[in-house]
């Protein structure tokens, strides 16, 4: 095997695609090389270590994905193999490697960092370590050691074309894709929200061809025949003439599978996406759109260069209520400037979509989680909240703490000032408020009843104060998603 690449345990319990690694071991095969692809999310901690002792002996590298919530588990894992095979290369990619590559290739037990697109990098690395060549300063795209010193070279060019090889992932895996399928339509995003990854890496919107994308589509329809397709990258409607041509190919091709799609509400115009348009792209079976609608205060949006406007929301809800799609609708507090008021602002808007379209996914409000690199996280850097980042990717590891369904929140926000509480449970209050009494007619969930019935009065008449109840609703569900989680993961 030329390299064994890992996806870490992220500890949320969902079993989603591997993109990062999956799309670097499907151009790595077709450039000839030998992959071997282990997803530690989908495994029992037992299983993923004899799936990994048997692959490391006939490897000759390993590549390891990393967001910076996965320091910790990327941390052991370099030292386990160090310690099992010292000559063996371990390179590192992903967000974090991408946010913080030197200090992640400062790290001892790290080899290789790659702070951008991995599929070319890695190919040349592999090619050059093969032929026992060192001249790694002439591979673009990479961090590393040298003499004491860090290297980091130039970025790469854009992603060459390439198809993605589903085959790569495990087999229980594989089982499942005529259920649910992801396709990745596109990279990038050329809005610029100061809290997204997009804007940090001003990664812009790189979309497939419509023609490629169709064309995508029909291998994955003969090969796996999914009923449903998540296209799984960020802005999907980025370009009007992809989507049209999309929409009209979904028709002569024939298709009939259902696809979830991300969007934005600034989209919903008379130029672009009218009642006539929404309506196309429900009769080509459209199953969900998903948006990002942040905050219910004006200059929240405008303060995180959001470019959408909140009264549009209510309106785009309705829009989409009269469709069969399914609208999910994603918010954010606990960030920087933020006020109590406006906190609760963004509570009252889930509650007056709710009003309009019951039926609609909310997701959280999530509580702001900081992330290093760009413009929000250099505003709290110099924002005078005493905030610093660890210095290593060893202090990376320790305050990356596990964070199972995101639950046991860092409690580090100083910028919070008087509603940390509400802020960090407010998805609490939503999912409580939404939970109908009667599922919680059974033995183990009886206890959410008074939470629930509360939450419910809360969210109705903006009762946001001393939200204690929400804290222990929030500390109860944590251990009880906790102890659940082994059974949601499948053990190969
Ligand atoms: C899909 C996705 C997921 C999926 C799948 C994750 C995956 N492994 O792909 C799931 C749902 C599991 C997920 C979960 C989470 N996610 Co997420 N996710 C994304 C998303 C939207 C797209 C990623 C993607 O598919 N990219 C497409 C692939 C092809 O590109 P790529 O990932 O950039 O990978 C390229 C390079 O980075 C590199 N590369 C990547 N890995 C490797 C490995 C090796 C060995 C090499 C050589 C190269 C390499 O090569 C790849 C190909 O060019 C990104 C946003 C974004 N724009 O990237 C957020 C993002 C990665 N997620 C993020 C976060 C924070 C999370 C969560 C922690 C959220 C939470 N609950 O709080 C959880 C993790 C769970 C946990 N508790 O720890 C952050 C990461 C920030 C950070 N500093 O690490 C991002 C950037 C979103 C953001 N905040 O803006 N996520
Ligand atoms: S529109 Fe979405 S994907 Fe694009 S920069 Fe903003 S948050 Fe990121």
Not at 143 to 167: A, Q
Request: aromatic content about 12%; proline content about 6%; hydrophobic content about 40%.
């Amino acid at each position: 095997m030329d390299i064994l690449l890992i996806e870490p345990d992220h500890k949320c319990g969902i079993e989603y695609f591997p993109w990062g690694i999956l799309a670097v071991g499907s151009y790595l095969r077709q450039q000839n090389f030998d992959v071997g692809l282990i997803n530690a999310s989908y495994l029992l901690e037992r299983d993923f270590r004899a799936q990994l002792f048997e692959a490391l002996p006939k490897t000759r590298a390993v590549g390891i994905s990393c967001f910076s919530t996965d320091a910790a588990f990327v941390r052991d894992l370099c030292a386990e193999i160090k310690g099992i095979r010292p000559e063996l290369q371990i390179i590192v990619g992903g967000p974090h490697a991408v946010l913080r590559p030197e200090q992640t290739a400062a790290h001892p037990d790290i080899d290789f960092v790659i702070h951008g697109p991995g599929e070319e990098p890695t190919e040349q690395l592999l090619t050059m370590l093969g032929q026992g060549n060192t001249d790694f300063e002439k591979v673009p795209g990479i961090c590393f050691r040298r003499d004491g010193r860090l290297i980091r070279t130039p970025p790469v060019g854009p992603v060459p074309e390439y198809r993605v090889d589903y085959s790569l992932l495990p087999a229980n895996k594989l089982a499942t894709l005529a259920e649910y399928m992801e396709v990745l339509s596109g990279r990038g995003c050329s809005f610029q929200c100061t809290f997204c990854y997009n804007a940090v890496c001003g990664q812009k919107w790189l979309g497939k061809t419509a023609d490629a994308l169709l064309d995508e589509i029909d291998v994955v329809l003969k090969r796996y025949n999914p009923h449903a397709i998540n296209f799984r990258d960020e802005n999907f409607f980025q370009s009007k003439e992809r989507i049209l041509a999309f929409l009209a190919g979904y028709h002569e091709r024939g298709y009939t599978f259902r696809w979830d799609a991300t969007c934005r509400a600034s989209y919903f115009t008379k130029s672009y996406i009218d009642e006539a348009l929404l309506q196309r792209i429900a009769q080509a079976n459209c199953r969900r759109l998903k948006f990002g609608f942040e905050s219910g205060s004006q200059r929240v949006l405008n303060f995180l260069k959001k470019g959408n406007k909140v009264e549009s929301y209510l309106q785009v809800a309705k829009l989409v209520e009269g469709t069969p799609i399914i609208g999910s609708y994603s918010f954010l507090v606990g960030v920087p400037t933020e006020t109590a008021e406006e906190c609760r602002q963004t509570l009252a808007l889930v509650r007056d979509i709710l009003d309009v379209d019951p039926n609609c996914e909310i997701l959280g409000p999530q509580y702001y989680r900081v992330y290093p690199g760009g413009e929000l996280y250099n505003y709290i850097l110099a924002g005078g909240y005493g905030y610093s980042e660890p210095d290593s990717f060893e202090g990376w590891a320790k305050v990356a703490r596990g964070d199972y369904f995101g639950l046991a929140k860092g409690a580090t926000h100083p910028w919070i000032k008087g509603f940390k509480t509400l802020a960090r449970h407010a998805d609490m209050l939503v999912f409580l408020a939404r939970t109908p009494i009667n599922r919680l007619l059974v033995p183990r969930k009886l206890l959410g009843i008074p939470f629930a019935l509360l939450a419910k009065l809360r969210l109705r008449f903006r009762l946001y104060a001393l939200p204690w109840d929400l804290k222990l609703a929030g500390a109860l569900y944590s251990r009880y998603a906790s102890m659940m989680l082994p059974k949601s993961k499948r053990s190969v």
